[in-house]
Structures are given as structure tokens and as C-alpha cells.
């Protein structure tokens, strides 16, 4: 087995089409425009709320590669619509709100340290607590100032979105996918949580939370979305997105999977091994669980026990030894086949896809730039 399984060819990312640059950037330029009179007005309150401001703005604008934005891009451009960029940018940017509101929670239930190379919301809003010498817990004044953050994302992200130029009666419709995306995505986080403390959790059930968490609300959603900002969605296109969306959606999480557990924390942005240490329920650990003898099974017990407890042991090298034996089991090799499987699926859903040359172009260039990163 080669002795990085993906990464190799994960730090060879594709050009991304000028089009899909363009769109990010004015995505970009609409959050920052945006943030800057939303911070204003939320602040005039009292500026005691200057920190909690901040860390919206952090979340949203601290980095990102915008891909809902450009998946819901491409799903409206298929359309063929002849409307103006900025008549539908709000909503497109809106969606990057929603995910900022996504990330600032999950790093609250993961107790993360670090997200994109800087400290996570509720980190930074107990260094708060700390530099202003205020009473009480400090940890636990950030996370419940990062859950309020995170609360601030969502109701920004509808502030945001009503924002778009297009007809009330079309938005309506749109809203509807929108508010799927939502009530999928926490499913999804739901069954993450419920995932690292079931004891009957297996690799089927791992990649239903993969598809609920990552790829209906990264791919599938926004791309519904996009289209249905456009006006009513021909079902043979909402099918071919599906099966698209679906397929690289799960590729997404698990090459998510394996940078979480093999990849270089200097470019990933946060500590790589946690998943592995935490036992979270991907399908790369669950995997490795059913290919390991009964010798590897108990070492890997062994030293999720002895970090859980703060046993004398130093984590890094704990989840070195974690990732090894995940590597020795096979288990990579295998996840890595199921991406390929996914690209391959993908490709033949925008194959037979009702789409112009310009899209499907873009679209299986966005297939390769998710599924082969290094962050």
C-alpha cells in the first residue's frame, strides 16, 4: 500500500474554470459588504456585542472554499437563465451564513481547538472571557457565546437571502429546498453525535449520516437550490443533480475522513487524528473496526482509553499509532475505491445529464477539486 493513501494526488487540485473564480469572488465581496452593516447594526445594541459580531465575521470570512455557493451557482446557470449575476447573489452567499452557522456548532459538540488554522468560535470567545477578567467559567462562557454565534449565522443568512432580485412567488419555492437543507443537515449532525455513542453503529449507518450531513447540504441542496432560483425545476434535471450530488457528496466526507486522519495539519487547519482518538463514526473507522484482528482491536481501544482518561500518553503520537493500524487494517485502500466508485457515478449522472457543454464542464471539474484536496 502506498505510504499516504490519496493525499498523493490529493495536493494536486485542478484549476477551477474562470466562471466558477468569478462567481466565488463576488460571493466574497457580497459576505464582506454584507457583514460590515449587519456588525454595524448589531453592535449599535450595545457595544458590549462586539466580540460576538467578531466571531461571526471570523467563521464566515476566515477562509473557505465557497462550494455551496458555486454548486447552487451551477445549478441555477443550468437553467440557461438569462437574468444577471448580482439579481441572485444574495441568495447564493447566504448559503455560506448557513454554513458558518453549521461549523461554529459542530466544533462546539467536538470541543475542536482550531478550524482553518484559527482558534474555533467558542476558543476565541473564551480568550475573551479571560482577557476582560470577567467572573465565572471562561469555557463555558464561549460555548455558550459560539452557540449564540452560531444562531446569528442563521439568522443572518435569511436576512441575506431576502436580499435576492427575483420574483417573491420564485424565492418561496426555493426557500422550500432551502429549509430541507436545514432540517437535513442537523438530522445529519444529530446522528453524528448519536453515532459516536451507539453500540450497533456500522458503516451503512455511517455513510446515511454522511449523506444527510455533507453532501445533501455541500452538493445536492445547492444545487436544487440554485435551480429552483430559476423558476420550477424539470424533474429530469433534479434527478440527474440528485444522483450527481449524491455521489460526490459521500466522496466529499470521505476524503474528509482520510485527511482527518492522514493529513498535514499546516494545511488542513485543524489537529489531524481527533476523529480517530474521539472514535467519531466515520466510515473510515468503521471500516478499519470490521477488517482489524482481534491484536489491532484492542490496541485501538487501548489508546482511545488511555487519551480519554489523560492517561500518560502523548496524543500525537497516540493517533500516529491510531492511523498506522487504520492503514495496516486495509482500510484506506477501500475508501479510497469507494471515491473512485462515487466520481465514476457522477461523471455518468452529468453524462446523461440534460446540461450545456458549459456546466457539465464545470461541474466535473468541482467533482475533482472536492475529492481531491489536502484541505
Known sequence: ???????????????????????????????????AGARTAFTALDPALQPLADAVANAVLAGGKRLRPAFAYWGWRARHNQQALNTVLPALAALELLHA????????????????GQPTAHRALAATHRRERLRGDA????????????????IWADQLMARAAIAPATLIAARRVYDEMRSEAVAG?????????????NVDRALRTARLKTAGYTVVRPLHFGAALAGPVPGTLLSAFTQYGTAIGEAFQLCDDLLGAFGIPEVTGKPVGDDLIQGKPTALLHLARSRATARQLAEIDHLRRRCATHETVDS??????????VRDTGAADQIESMIADRIETAQQALALAPLDDATRAALLDLAQSVTRRSA
Open 139 to 154: 469555557e463555558h462562557f464561549g460555548q455558550s457565546a459560539a452557540i449564540l454565534a452560531g444562531d446569528l449565522c442563521l
Open 316 to 325: 500525537a503520537t497516540a493517533a500516529a499509532r491510531l492511523a498506522d493500524i
Open 1 to 35: 500500500m502506498a505510504d499516504e493513501p490519496l493525499l498523493a494526488t490529493m495536493t494536486r487540485p485542478t484549476a477551477a474554470p474562470a466562471e466558477t473564480l468569478l462567481v466565488t469572488a463576488e460571493v466574497e465581496a457580497e459576505l464582506t459588504l454584507f457583514l
Open 101 to 116: 452557522f453549521a461549523l461554529v456548532h459542530d466544533d462546539v459538540m467536538d470541543r475542536s481547538d482550531t478550524r482553518r
Open 189 to 201: 449532525q444529530y446522528l453524528d453525535i448519536l453515532g459516536e455513542h451507539s453500540r450497533t453503529w
